[in-house]
């Protein structure tokens, strides 16, 4: 299947600081990408659609200038954590449709631990 | 509102067949999926259903009846790897996919 590459895994960073998260398709171009939150034992929950050249779409309840989606090309998405607190601490999951496979199913990238402390 | 149910949880035992449902009321149908997910590790693909019927892959089927709203994921001749989360997830008129919670498959030896 297509490969969704993310970076970092894990990341811990101060409260107030801000931290970068990339989302590239490795093999396969993705005019829209996908950024998901999770908590323990929970589902997954989208926070944004990110779209190629334009600015992204967010999820209600979701603050857009705390969560800076940037997609700049058809590989790379990324997703900033503005002035981290640790309610931010979370399991962010990003995830592209490979639209010229069969069934244009999403392939998740690895997912990032982030721990605000 | 879009609704998706999954038992949160269930128990079997290595070498045995275990059924996880999955029903959902949604705004519209373009398919559904089944994704397996391992505690701290993102979602993996397993099956994909537009049509009525059953899917089989491997030791993994997956059935879907429109008409009820209702999927179930089949695993045969289970293994201590196959303990994870598995995700039933619709695809709605708008083709966002909406998630169920997840039901949590702990294995037995």
């Known amino acids: 299947g297509a490969v969704v590459s993310q970076h970092p895994s894990r990341v811990i960073c101060k409260s107030g600081t801000s931290v970068k998260i990339e989302c590239r398709s490795l093999?396969?171009?993705?005019?829209?990408m996908f950024w998901y939150r999770q908590f323990p034992k929970q589902s997954l929950m989208l926070m944004a659609t990110?779209?190629?050249?334009?600015?992204?779409?967010?999820e209600q309840g979701v603050e857009k200038d705390k969560f800076l989606i940037n997609h700049a090309s058809l590989t790379l998405s990324t997703l900033t954590v503005t002035s981290a607190h640790p309610e931010d601490s979370s399991f962010y999951i990003c995830?592209?449709?490979?639209?010229?496979?069969?069934?244009?199913?999403?392939?998740f990238g690895q997912g990032t631990r982030l721990t605000v402390v | 509102g879009q609704n998706i149910d999954q038992p949160t949880e269930m128990t079997a035992t290595e070498g045995a067949i275990v059924q996880i449902n999955c029903t959902y009321q949604?705004?519209?149908?373009?398919?559904l999926f089944w994704y397996q997910q391992h505690a701290g590790e993102a979602p993996t693909f397993l099956s994909y259903?537009?049509l009525d019927g059953l899917e089989e892959k491997g030791r993994f089927s997956s059935f879907l009846s429109r008409s009820k709203g209702y999927s179930y994921l089949l695993l045969k001749e289970l293994q201590m790897k196959d303990s994870a989360s598995y995700l039933c997830?619709?695809?709605?008129?708008?083709?966002?996919?909406?998630w169920g919670a997840g039901t949590k498959l702990i294995i037995k030896p």
């Open positions: 995830s592209a449709r490979d639209l010229g496979g069969d069934f244009a199913e999403a392939f």
């Open positions: 093999d396969f171009q993705a005019t829209t």
């Open positions: 990110s779209n190629e050249g334009s600015k992204a779409t967010y």
């Open positions: 949604t705004s519209g149908f373009n398919g």
């Open positions: 259903n537009v």
């Open positions: 997830a619709v695809k709605d008129s708008n083709y966002q996919l909406i």
